[in-house]
C-alpha cells in the first residue's frame, strides 16, 4: 500500500523548469561610432603621409629624464626607445595600410592604437598643421573640374564669337562691291 501511496504522490508532482532571462549587457552610449574611428584614423594618415600635418614624436631627450649621471655618459639608452616609438608607429601604419599581412582582429588594434596616439599626440601638442578630411579633396576635386569644364566653355564661346564666319564675310563683301 506504500508503494500505491507514493506512485500516486509522485504523479501529483509537476515539474516546472524555470528558465532565467539572459539579459544582455547595458553598453553605454558611444561617442564615435567605429566607422567614425576609422574615418579620423584615415583622414589623420592620409594627411601625414601627404604632409599637411607633422607629429614630433618625443626625442631622446624627452624620453630620457636628465641626469647628473646622463650629462656625464653621452649614450642615453632612451634613444633607443625614440627608435622604438616610432618603428611602433610606422608598423602600425603598414598593418592598417595592408602592407603588413594581417588578421581582421590585428587590423582593427592597429586602428585603435593610431587613434590612441592620435589623441596623445594631439593633447600633447604633438601635431603641428590641420588634418583635412577627405569630404573636402573631393569638394575641392570636383570644383577643379568644373572650374576646368568652364574654362572649356569660356574657350569655345569666344572662339564662336571671335571667329569670323564665311556667310559673313561673303555678305560685308557684296556690300563693299556695290
Known sequence: MSNQKNSADDKKIISVRIKRKTELPVTPPVLYSKQEVRRFVNEFVSSWIRGDIVIRFPTAAELGK????????????????????????????????????????????????IFKMMLMFRSANRIEGKIISNEIEKRVQKIEEVIQNQVKLVDQITKFLFT??????????KKLNN
Do not use: N, R, W
Not at 164 to 173: D, G
Open 164 to 173: 569670323p564666319k564665311k556667310s559673313v564675310k561673303k555678305s560685308k563683301q
Open 66 to 113: 636628465k641626469t647628473p649621471l646622463s650629462l656625464v655618459f653621452p649614450h642615453d639608452p632612451s634613444v633607443s626607445a625614440e627608435l622604438k616609438i616610432k618603428e611602433y608607429y610606422i608598423d602600425l601604419l603598414s598593418v592598417v595600410a595592408g602592407i603588413k599581412p594581417s588578421s581582421v582582429e590585428q587590423q582593427e588594434k592597429a586602428i585603435d592604437e
